[in-house]
């Protein structure tokens, strides 16, 4: 059912843009942390998020590669391409599900209010008009009504195992994984392929992943894990933290203090 009722959103005449799911891009949607055998559902249109089905499964899953740790690049926001779309219409837009993983119950309804406040200010009326039309669209095509995903969402991405996902090679060459597809390199140390793919070290000094979601991924665990504020990771990387700072914001991203990750 939920590759029919997807061939049926795709074929709707509705602005997909307007609501973080947008349908271009489906020849070259993959990151390296994209399931090898994943099916294009839409994506948001900024930091390389997008969501997914995969092979014999009803769910929707997020995939984010900015997400920053093993194990949480892909989890499931619906439990089937309705239950999404339900979704879509009570949050009227994909992008607050493809971050509910990192938010409480608290900042989830204070970034719908950031929503309901910036169409109370008038300053996107086309915009809004164009989302809810196409909302509307989809409630009527589906018999659907708005469904709260919080606590649902929180629960499936709770109990989810990634462990039965099929990954290109690209995700271990990233991560500096044990490839199974390639057990001759089983001697590698575990991280050196992810150093040799993320930075490089010239006279002394560490040159910082270029590609700004590998860095943001390589900022945000070593924050996690090394690191207790942004001013210890520049001290101990030997790192400028405003351009640090600057090179993250230009893909949307800034560094919150209370987590102590750039979000």
Not at 46 to 59: A, K, Q, S, T
Not at 92 to 105: G, K, R, T
Not at 236 to 258: N, Q, S, V
Request: hydrophobic residues 45%.
């Amino acid at each position: 059912m939920t590759r029919d009722d997807l061939r049926r959103f795709r074929a709707l005449d509705i602005d997909f843009e307007s609501i973080g799911l947008l349908q271009s891009g489906a020849e070259d949607f993959a990151y390296f942390c994209t399931p090898a055998d994943a099916e294009f559902v839409g994506r948001i249109g900024c930091d390389g998020v997008h969501f997914i089905l995969l092979p014999g499964d009803e769910r929707v899953f997020c995939v984010d590669p900015a997400m920053g740790e093993e194990g949480k690049y892909v989890l499931p926001v619906g439990s089937d391409f309705r239950e999404f779309l339900s979704f879509v219409l009570f949050c009227q837009d994909a992008n607050p599900l493809s971050q509910i993983w990192w938010m409480d119950e608290a900042r989830f309804r204070e970034f719908a209010a950031e929503d309901a406040a910036a169409r109370a200010s008038g300053d996107m009326a086309e915009y809004f008009v164009r989302k809810d039309a196409a909302l509307a669209v989809i409630a009527g095509a589906f018999g659907l009504a708005p469904a709260d995903p919080f606590d649902k969402v929180k629960a499936m991405q709770a109990a989810f195992d990634p462990a039965g996902l099929s990954w290109p090679d690209e995700y271990y060459d990233v991560l500096g994984l044990e490839n199974p597809r390639r057990p001759e390199e089983t001697e590698v140390i575990q991280g050196q392929a992810f150093a040799e793919a993320v930075f490089t070290v010239e006279k002394e000094d560490a040159m910082l992943p270029q590609d700004p979601y590998i860095l943001l991924s390589f900022i945000n665990t070593k924050l996690r894990d090394q690191y207790p504020s942004l001013d210890a990771l520049c001290d101990g990387l030997d790192a400028d933290g405003a351009e640090l700072t600057e090179r993250l914001a230009g893909a949307g991203y800034a560094y919150d203090p209370e987590v102590n990750q750039f979000k």
